[in-house]
């Protein structure tokens, strides 16, 4: 059985692995001159790109399952139009 709050740790996980992957991803795209590459060190970037794209992905995924795992229980116990105040 798990808790509120490690669903809650959970889905930061997956979000700090979102957003590592889109730097990865810009750096590998960024960092060079992509024109000035060979056909062999653009496919290389392109396939690390690639990669790291349905990484992304599966990343959001996994993130939608966790909150989909906490939504129904914190509805149940607060209900969906609970205001949220600061």
Known sequence: MTTVRNKFHELGNWHNKISLAAIVT????????LTQLSESQLRKVTTKVIDT??????????????????????????????????
């Open 26 to 33: 810009r750096e590998a795209i960024s960092e060079s001159n």
């Open 53 to 86: 794209l349905n990484k992304i992905e599966q990343y959001v995924v996994n993130a939608d399952k966790t909150i989909d795992d906490v939504k129904p229980f914190i509805y149940q116990e607060i209900g969906p139009d609970t205001n949220i105040s600061k």
